[in-house]
T-cell receptor, first 118, second 112 residues
Framework: GAVVSQHPSRVICKSGTSVKIECRSL??????MFWYRQFPKQSLMLMAT?????????EQGVEKDKFLINHASLTLSTLTVTSAHPEDSSFYIC??????????????FGDGTRLSIL | AQRVTQPEKLLSVFKGAPVELKCNYS??????LFWYVQYSRQRLQLLLR??SRESIKGFTADLNKGETSFHLKKPFAQEEDSAMYYC??????????????FGGGTRLMVKP
């Protein structure tokens, strides 16, 4: 069965709207989750590492104020795309990691959220 | 900087033919490499990792540090192997935990 639940699977909204995406770890407590972005016909690019109880670690070039990450519990991380614009349209994927931030365990991925900003 | 390269965006073979999906990496540390697969309309899932040295669904991958490669191979392709395959490198960062760097992906099409 699924290890990770990601919702919603699809969002279509107007420019200027803020959109929240949830990522839930179903099988284990996860101190570390990841958020990726995938453009059409391209690979997954890591946006940020979500750390339970502390600030997220953002990759270079990712705007912290644009992509707000909250990891308030060991099973839930949320990504909020604030004041979304058409260029934010993309496929967003979360993953969870068992064993902590330095674990060598494989990541488990969600189904992804397709965000379309009109 | 670390980098993962999958030179083929698309690989098309006939059922029963051998398959090799290429993956090359550049990383100054000790590499931890994975192959992930995404079947149509499904989530990305782990296929295999180099430290396990196991065969999954008939696929194997050997880490060649001299050639900095981690090619994925299967002697006889099946139609159900058609999917998107991603090679990924895990690296550890000071004060930031581990992260995965993905290659661009290769779409494997196995024709009947």
């Amino acid at each position: 069965g699924a290890v990770v639940s990601q919702h919603p699977s699809r969002v279509i909204c107007k420019s200027g709207t803020s959109v929240k995406i949830e990522c839930r770890s179903l099988d284990f407590q996860a101190t570390t989750m990841f958020w990726y972005r995938q453009f059409p016909k391209q690979s997954l690019m890591l946006m940020a590492t979500s750390n339970e109880g502390s600030k997220a670690t953002y990759e270079q070039g990712v705007e912290k104020d644009k992509f707000l990450i909250n990891h308030a519990s060991l099973t839930l991380s949320t990504l909020t795309v604030t004041s979304a614009h058409p260029e934010d349209s993309s496929f967003y994927i979360c993953s969870v990691l068992a064993g902590g931030a330095y674990s060598n365990q494989p990541q488990h991925f969600g189904d992804g959220t397709r965000l379309s900003i009109l | 900087a670390q980098r993962v390269t999958q030179p083929e965006k698309l690989l098309s073979v006939f059922k029963g033919a051998p398959v090799e999906l290429k993956c090359n990496y550049s990383y100054s540390g000790s590499p931890e490499l994975f192959w992930y697969v995404q079947y149509s309309r499904q989530r990305l899932q782990l296929l295999l990792r180099h430290i396990s040295r196991e065969s999954i669904k008939g696929f194997t991958a050997d880490l060649n540090k001299g050639e900095t490669s981690f090619h994925l191979k299967k002697p006889f392709a099946q139609e159900e192997d058609s999917a998107m395959y991603y090679c990924a490198l895990s690296l550890s960062r000071d004060n930031a935990g581990n992260m995965l760097t993905f290659g661009g992906g290769t779409r494997l099409m196995v024709k009947p």
